[in-house]
């Protein structure tokens, strides 16, 4: 926290390197993060770095009441809601024209475990409903807390809670019913 501090302290005085530092520090859990909710990596990279460049343009104003990576977090999150009402207006999105994931793993069995359980995770989020889907990567991926989530979404702690656990418990059902014995 004292860290996260002393980068906007710095950000506001106008230090270029204390962005590429939050930049560093944070795009790959933003990314991941995005991904989930987008389904889409090259849309979930979009949403970072737009995020981060609407950061940067406000740094000078910026004031930290929390944590910067909730706050990022819940940047994303927005923006990628934001990306997905659009997408969903248009048109919806085929899983089979989603781009996988790069992973790099030394053993190219290992590869080929984490990215058939990476497909199965995926599909099974893309059936559950956005905002189950929403409040479990946000707290799972986000790190973020219930409160955090539930002011992200409009609604109350127990709702947020609620939709967390409906979710999983979802989840858990779709991911056993393809385990197969």
């Excluded at 979404?153 to 014995?181: C, K, N």
């Amino acid at each position: 926290m004292l860290e996260e501090k002393l980068l906007v302290w710095n950000l506001r005085r106008g230090n270029k390197d204390a962005l590429r530092k939050v930049y560093e520090k944070y795009r790959d859990d933003l990314l991941r993060l995005a991904a989930s909710l987008l389904s889409d990596s090259s849309a979930a990279e979009d949403v970072v770095h737009d995020v981060f460049l609407s950061f940067a343009r406000k740094a000078r104003q910026f004031s930290l009441t929390g944590s910067l990576k909730g706050y990022l977090a819940t940047c994303v999150a927005n923006r990628a809601r934001d990306m997905g009402r659009s997408a969903r207006r248009q048109s919806s999105i085929n899983l089979e024209q989603v781009a996988p994931t790069d992973v790099s793993y030394s053993r190219p069995d290992r590869w080929l475990v984490c990215s058939e359980e990476f497909q199965q995770l995926s599909d099974a989020l893309s059936k559950l409903p956005y905002e189950q889907k929403e409040a479990l990567i946000l707290h799972v991926q986000g790190e973020l807390k219930f409160q955090e989530i539930a002011k992200l979404q409009g609604v109350s702690v127990r709702t947020a809670q609620s939709r967390y656990r409906y979710g999983m418990s979802r989840l858990r059902s779709l991911l056993d019913s393809e385990v197969e014995l």
